[in-house]
C-alpha cells in the first residue's frame, strides 16, 4: 500500500533570471504516514522550504512522482495547509480576519466563518485579541495565528517551514508544548521543518535528515520515546544519545 | 525500528541543466522592441483599412521622409538651437540656486525650518500659471522662457539637495574625523558623495519640467523654437512635419532623462535599490 | 534542599502605568519650526506689501505690480459676486474628469503591468517615453483633435496624470511581498483574489503617493490647456487678465489653482488615513 504522502524521485531546478540553475531537489523520496508527525532538517538552502512549497502546490517539481491520498498534487488544495516562518500574516487584517482567510476563500458564509474562527481563537489562547492587527502582538501571537488560520481549513496536511525560528527561545519552549496538545487534539499529519535537532526529536514521531543542496533524505530516525512527552524528557540519556546521532548525520551535509 | 539510511544518488552539477537560451535571457528588451514595432505597423495598416484624412493625421512612413525633411533642411535644427538657449540659461540658473538653497536648508537646522513650508507652498501652487505675466513682463524672448523654466525646475534641486544634507550620517562624520580627517576630507570623502545622488536625482525630475517650460513659453507667443515648430505645423495642417518635431522632442526627453538615469547608475552604483 | 534558595524578589513599588506621558520638550523647541515657518511666510508677505512703500518703480514696471492685499480685495470680491464660479466650475469639471479617468485606467492598467511581466516588457518602451516626454507636447495634437473646450482639456489632463499613477501603482505591485501571494495561494487564491486580497491593499502607499503626484500634474494640465485651448474657465480668466495688466486678478487665480490642489491632496491624505488604520503609530520619538 502506498504512503499517505508518497514522493518518489523528485527534482526540481530553479532557473532565475540572469544567472546560473540551481538544483533544489533532486532525487527527493519521501513517506509519510496518516496522522504522523515527521520533522525534516538539513543544511539551510538544501531544498526543505523548497520540498514543503512543492507538497503545498504552490510550486510545480521538474519531474517525479508525489502524491497524496493516492492522489498526484496538482495546486494548493484546502487538504493541505502551511504555517509559515515569517508568519505571513496580513497586516491590513485583524487577528479574526486573518484566520477566516482561507475559509473566505472557500467561500464559507460569514456566520460560519466566525464560529470557526472563534473556536480556533479560543484553541490557540488569543481570545480577546480578535480585534487586534498584526503589529500590534508579538512573535508568539503572530505564531498562534498562523497556526490557527492554517488549522481553520481543517486541512488533513499541516506542513509548518520553520515556524518557531523567529521566537525567542522560551516562547519557542511553550509554543512547541501548545503544538503538540493541538496535533493530539485535532489529529491532523505534520511535516514539521526545523533546524533545532531538540525540537525535531521533542515533537516527531520521526525526524528526516536531508543532504546538502540539491536535497534528498540522507537518513531517517524513528523516535520511539513514549507520549506524552514533557519537558524533563529532554534531559534524559535516551534524548542526548538520539541528539547526537542526528548531530553526526547532519554535520557532514554542513558546510560554511 | 532501526534507523533507516538512504542511497545516494550520484548528483549531476547544477550546470548540467541547460542553460537559459539568447531569447529567454533578452526576453524583456526583445518583447518591448517588438511591440515597437507591431505599434508603428499597425499604425501604418489600419489605414488600409480606413480612410486616410492627412489633415488630421499622419502615418510612420510620412513621419519619417517629414523628419528626414526637416533634419536635412536644417530647420529642426535651428529650431532646436533657439530652445536650447534659454533652457541652458534657466536650466543652469536653477541647480546653482536651488542646490545652494537646498544645502543652505539642510545644514542650518533653522534656516530649513523657516524655508520649509514657504518652500511647499511654491512647489504646491501650479507656477506655470505665472507664465502668461511673466511673457508679458520679460516679452518673448530669452528672458522670459528662461525665468518660466527656472521657476519651474529651481524646486526639485530645492528639495533633493534639502534631503540629501540631512540625510547625511553623522556617524560617518565622526568616523572620518576620528580617522583625523580634515574639513576637506568631510566635504570630500562624506558629504559631497551623500548628497550628489540626490541632486543628479533631482535634475531627473527638473529636466521635464525644464522642457515643460520651454514648451508653454513658446507655444504662447514665439516665432522661432521647437514648440512654436509644434504649433506652426499644426495650425499649417502639416500633420507628418507636427508629428516629426512631437517625436524629436519625445527623443530628446528620453535621451535626458534616460542617460541622467543611466548617469546614477554608473555613478552611484551603491544606490542602486534605494 | 541546595543552599541557594530562590528569592522571590518582592517589588513593591508600584509599576508605571502604560500611558506615562513622554518627558515635556521645552515649549520653544516645540514651537520652533512653526514658528520660524509661519513667519518666514508672514515677512514675505509683509515685505511684498511695504515694497511700494520702500522702492519707486518705473513707471513700466509699476504696471504689474500688485500686493498681497490687493490680491485678497480681488479674491474676495470674486467670491462675494461669485464671478469666480463659472469660471471654476469649467476649470473643476476638466480637472475631476480628467483625473478620475486617469485613476480609472491607471490603477487597473498599473495592476496588470506589475503582474504580467510580458505585458510589462511590451509597454514598458512606451510608458518610459510618454512619462519621460512632458505630455504638454502633444497639447496642439489634442487641439486639433478635439477642438477648443473641454474634451481637449480632459485629455490633456488625462496623460498628464495617468504616467504617475500607473507608475507607482506598478512599482508598488512589484513590491508587493511575495510571502503574503505565497500565503493566500495556498489557501487556493486565483490571480483575482491576489490582486484584491494581497497586491493592491499592499501597493496602497505607493498609490496614494501616485495620486499626489497626479493631483499636482492634473492641475497643471487645466492651467496650461486652458492658456491655450479654451474659450473659458480659470485658465482662460488668468491670461486675458494678464494682458490687460490686472496682475492681482492673475495671482488671485494661482491661489484659487493652489486652493484646489491643496483640497485635493487633504481628501487624499484622508482616505489615506482611512486606509491605513491597521499601520503601527510611530511611537513619540526624541
Ligand atoms: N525562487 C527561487 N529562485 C532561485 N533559487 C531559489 C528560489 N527559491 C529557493 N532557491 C534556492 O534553492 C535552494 C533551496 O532553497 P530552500 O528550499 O529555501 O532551502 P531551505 O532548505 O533553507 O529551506 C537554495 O539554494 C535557494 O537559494
Ligand atoms: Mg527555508
Avoid at chain 2, 26 to 37: D, E, H, T
Wanted: with cysteine.
Amino acid at each position: 500500500m502506498p504512503a499517505y504522502i508518497q514522493g518518489r524521485n523528485v527534482n526540481l531546478t530553479f532557473r532565475p533570471p540572469n544567472r546560473g540553475p540551481v538544483r533544489a531537489l533532486y532525487g527527493f523520496d519521501i513517506d509519510v504516514n496518516e496522522g504522523e508527525f515527521l520533522s525534516i532538517v538539513g543544511p539551510s538552502g538544501c531544498g526543505k522550504s523548497t520540498f514543503l512549497n512543492v507538497l503545498l502546490g504552490l510550486i510545480r517539481p521538474d519531474s517525479g512522482d508525489l502524491r497524496m491520498h493516492g492522489k498526484p498534487i496538482a495546486g494548493p488544495g484546502t487538504d493541505r495547509a502551511m504555517v509559515f516562518q515569517e508568519f505571513g500574516l496580513l497586516p491590513w487584517r485583524s487577528v479574526q480576519h486573518n484566520i477566516e482567510l482561507g475559509l473566505e476563500l472557500k467561500g464559507v458564509p460569514t456566520e460560519t466563518r466566525h464560529n470557526v474562527s472563534q473556536h480556533f481563537i479560543e484553541m490557540v489562547g488569543l481570545s480577546g485579541f480578535e480585534g487586534h492587527f498584526p503589529h500590534e502582538l508579538s512573535g508568539g501571537m503572530k505564531q498562534r495565528v498562523g497556526l490557527a488560520r492554517a488549522l481553520a481549513t481543517d486541512p488533513d496536511v499541516l506542513l509548518m517551514d520553520e515556524p518557531f525560528a523567529a521566537l525567542d527561545a522560551q516562547t519557542r519552549d511553550l509554543m512547541q508544548v501548545e503544538l503538540l496538545r493541538i496535533w493530539q487534539e485535532a489529529r491532523k499529519t505534520v511535516l514539521f521543518v526545523t533546524h533545532q535537532i531538540d525540537e525535531a526529536i521533542y515533537l516527531s514521531d520521526r525526524v528526516m535528515v536531508m543532504t546538502k543542496r540539491p536535497g534528498h533524505a540522507k537518513k531517517i530516525f524513528p523516535i520511539e520515546l513514549p507520549r506524552p512527552r514533557d519537558y524533563e524528557m529532554r534531559v534524559t540519556p535516551e534524548f542526548n544519545d538520539l541528539k547526537l546521532e542526528i548531530w553526526h548525520a547532519l554535520k557532514d551535509e554542513i558546510t560554511i | 525500528m532501526t534507523d533507516q539510511t538512504l542511497p545516494n544518488p550520484a548528483v549531476p552539477a547544477d550546470d548540467a541543466v541547460t542553460r537559459e537560451t539568447f531569447v529567454e535571457r533578452y526576453r524583456k528588451p526583445l518583447l518591448g522592441a517588438l511591440a515597437v514595432l507591431l505599434f508603428f505597423i499597425a499604425w501604418q495598416a489600419v489605414f488600409l483599412v480606413v480612410p486616410f484624412n492627412a489633415l488630421f493625421i499622419s502615418k510612420p512612413n510620412l513621419i519619417f521622409s517629414g523628419l528626414a525633411e526637416l533634419v536635412v533642411s536644417g530647420e529642426l535644427w535651428a529650431d532646436l538651437a533657439v530652445s536650447a538657449v534659454p533652457f541652458l540659461y534657466g536650466f543652469t540658473a536653477a541647480v546653482v540656486v536651488g542646490v545652494t538653497i537646498g544645502i543652505v536648508m539642510g545644514w542650518r537646522v533653522r534656516v530649513g525650518y523657516a524655508l520649509d513650508p514657504l518652500m511647499t507652498v511654491f512647489y504646491a501652487s501650479p507656477l506655470v500659471a505665472l507664465a502668461p505675466l511673466l511673457i508679458v513682463f520679460f516679452g518673448v524672448g530669452v528672458s522670459g522662457k528662461a525665468i518660466i523654466i527656472f521657476l519651474l525646475s529651481i524646486f526639485p534641486f530645492i528639495f533633493n539637495a534639502y534631503a540629501g544634507v540631512r540625510a547625511v550620517d553623522r556617524l560617518l562624520i565622526n568616523v572620518v574625523r576620528s580617522l583625523g580627517g580634515k574639513e576637506k576630507d568631510l566635504y570630500l570623502k562624506v558629504i559631497v558623495p551623500s548628497v550628489l545622488p540626490y541632486i543628479v536625482a533631482g535634475a531627473r525630475i527638473a529636466v521635464g519640467r525644464g522642457l515643460i517650460g520651454v514648451l508653454v513659453g513658446e507655444f504662447f507667443a514665439a516665432s522661432e523654437g521647437i514648440g512654436y515648430a509644434i504649433a506652426k505645423f499644426g495650425d499649417l495642417f502639416a500633420l507628418d512635419k507636427m508629428f516629426a518635431c512631437i517625436l524629436s522632442v519625445m527623443i530628446i526627453a528620453v535621451v535626458l532623462t534616460e542617460g541622467i538615469r543611466w548617469a546614477e547608475r554608473s555613478a552611484f552604483p551603491w544606490r542602486v535599490g534605494q | 534542599m541546595s543552599e541557594l534558595q530562590a528569592v522571590d524578589a518582592n517589588i513593591s513599588t508600584a509599576a508605571p502605568a502604560d500611558d506615562l506621558e513622554a518627558p515635556p520638550k521645552s515649549l520653544w523647541r516645540q514651537l520652533e519650526p512653526t514658528v520660524l515657518g509661519v513667519g518666514s511666510i508672514v515677512a514675505l508677505l509683509a515685505l511684498w506689501e511695504a515694497l511700494p512703500y520702500l522702492v519707486t518703480f518705473a513707471p513700466g514696471t509699476k504696471l504689474f505690480f500688485t500686493t498681497p492685499s490687493q490680491i485678497a480685495g480681488t479674491l474676495w470680491t470674486m467670491f462675494a459676486t461669485g464671478t469666480i464660479w463659472a469660471p471654476l466650475s469649467v476649470s473643476a469639471s476638466g480637472f475631476a474628469l480628467g483625473l478620475g479617468l486617469a485613476i480609472v485606467v491607471g490603477l487597473p492598467l498599473g495592476v496588470l503591468i506589475g503582474r504580467s511581466p510580458t505585458l510589462n516588457a511590451m509597454l514598458d518602451p512606451f510608458i518610459t517615453a510618454f512619462n519621460a516626454t512632458p505630455r504638454l507636447v502633444f497639447l496642439p495634437l489634442v487641439l486639433l483633435w478635439f477642438g477648443l473646450g473641454l474634451w481637449s482639456k480632459v485629455v490633456i489632463v488625462f496623460i498628464g496624470a495617468l504616467f504617475p499613477l500607473l507608475i507607482n501603482t506598478y512599482e508598488g505591485v512589484r513590491n508587493s511581498d511575495k510571502l503574503l501571494i505565497n500565503v493566500v495561494r495556498s489557501f487556493g487564491a486565483k490571480e483575482w483574489d491576489i490582486a484584491r486580497l494581497v497586491v493592491v491593499p499592499n501597493a496602497m502607499p505607493y498609490i496614494v503617493a501616485g495620486l499626489r503626484l497626479a493631483i499636482g500634474r492634473a492641475v497643471l494640465g487645466v492651467v496650461v490647456a486652458e492658456f491655450f485651448g479654451s474659450e473659458d474657465g480659470l485658465g482662460v480668466m488668468m491670461v486675458q487678465a494678464a494682458g490687460q495688466y490686472k496682475v492681482a486678478v492673475v495671482f488671485a487665480g494661482l491661489i484659487v489653482f493652489a486652493g484646489l490642489s491643496l483640497v485635493m491632496t487633504g481628501l487624499v491624505q484622508l482616505l489615506e488615513q482611512r486606509l491605513t488604520r491597521w499601520r503601527p503609530q510611530h511611537a513619540a520619538e526624541y
